[in-house]
């Protein structure tokens, strides 16, 4: 059984910007992850191992939440969007003050290493997310929807 290439729907063009920014960032934290623990291992040993783990895993809490939101609730009405995107942020950001308040007293590891990875990791996923957007080919309007 063969598919017809013609039959198959057209893939949505605002769906593939959001999943280029999301594999962006999830290859962006990959790189983060292998550099972070090795200049922090080289910078702090152990303790710049942790802190840049945990500088990470912080920066995909913050920049991973909002595509998938984006993406969860793409064909959903605008106010379902606004919704979910704004819940998304409150609780990242409730999830990253916690961890940074939970680690505050501790000392495994490097306070610099986490600061480091953490805003190149946010800053990078920003530019990254900006990049897909920017490049991204998506219709002001939708071919023959207009009504006569």
Known sequence: MTTDPAAAPA??????????ALRDTGVLLGALTVLGVGIGALVAGQPGVWGALIGVGLALVFSGTTVVAMLRT???PPH???AVVMGTWLAKV????VVLALLRDHDF???GVLAAVLALGVVASAVLDFRAVNNGRVPYVEPGSGSR
């Not at 893939?11 to 280029?20: G, N």
């Not at 409730?94 to 003050?97: D, E, M």
């Open 11 to 20: 893939p949505d063009p605002t769906e593939s910007v959001f999943r280029r």
């Open 74 to 76: 793409l064909h959903s």
């Open 80 to 82: 379902t969007m606004a």
């Open 94 to 97: 409730l999830v990253v003050v």
């Open 109 to 111: 590891y490097s306070r």
